[in-house]
Structure formats: structure tokens, C-alpha cells
């Protein structure tokens, strides 16, 4: 399997979108679990949002609810996250992760930091 490799990130004001992507590199993924979390400076790092691979059902935190969609392309074997009405609060670095059992993802509706692989991180600062 190969490394998570993660694009997007940007600083942008209050209220506005942004999309971060992460491609899974090497073999095509079946059913894994793929998702974000995020980890702002000096706390710890906290599930985001979560996709099954094979039956693309998602999950989100609560703070996120309604205003970020998960989202995936097999084809690329691509996972991405779609983050609107952005504010001050979801300023963090984004990571995404991929763990090959989806089950507590499909339990429980997070993912948990055991992952099996992570990305490299990826910057979104919003400003107020």
C-alpha cells in the first residue's frame, strides 16, 4: 500500500468554502474506511468525518454537521472534504486517514486515531 498524499488548504475569511483532497496511491481501495480529522495547536487531534469506501455512507462530528460533506471518487481512489460557512473554529491542520476495517466507523460513527495510515496534513486557517 502506498502513502496518503493530501492537496488543498488555504487561509480564507469567515464564511467562506474550502476543498481538501487526499489520494490514496498504490492499489485500488475495496472496503476500507477513509476520513478527516483535524488538530488545532495544543489540543488534540479530533474526528471530522468518515466514508465507507464500498457503500460510500458517511458520517460527520457534530460541530461539522451540515456544513462539511466527505465525499469519494474510486476511480481516483480519492477521498475528499467539502468545508462550508467556515468560522474561526475550524482553523487546524486537516489529515486525512484510512483504516483498513470499517466496522467501528459503521458502529460507532467516528473513526478512531488508530488509522492505518495517515496523510501529511493539510493548513486551513479561517479568519474572523
Known amino acids: 500500500q502506498g502513502p496518503l498524499v493530501q492537496s488543498g488548504g488555504a487561509s480564507v475569511p469567515a464564511g467562506d468554502s474550502v476543498t481538501i483532497a487526499c489520494v490514496s496511491a498504490?492499489?485500488?481501495?475495496?472496503?476500507?474506511?477513509m476520513g478527516w480529522f483535524r488538530q488545532a495547536p495544543g489540543k488534540e487531534r479530533d474526528f471530522v468525518a468518515g466514508?465507507?469506501?464500498?457503500?460510500?455512507?458517511?458520517y460527520y462530528a457534530d460541530s461539522v454537521k451540515g456544513r462539511f460533506t466527505i465525499s469519494r471518487d474510486k476511480a481516483k481512489n480519492t477521498v475528499y472534504l467539502e468545508m462550508n460557512s467556515l468560522n474561526p473554529d475550524d482553523t487546524a491542520t486537516y489529515f486525512c486517514?484510512?483504516?483498513?476495517?470499517?466496522?467501528?466507523?459503521?458502529?460507532?460513527?467516528?473513526?478512531?486515531?488508530?488509522?492505518?495510515?495517515w496523510g501529511q496534513g493539510t493548513q486551513v486557517t479561517v479568519s474572523s
Open positions: 486517514a484510512l483504516s483498513s476495517d470499517p466496522h467501528p466507523l459503521q458502529r460507532l460513527g467516528i473513526m478512531t486515531p488508530l488509522a492505518d495510515r
Open positions: 466514508i465507507t469506501w464500498d457503500d460510500g455512507r458517511s
Open positions: 498504490g492499489g485500488k481501495l475495496t472496503n476500507e474506511a
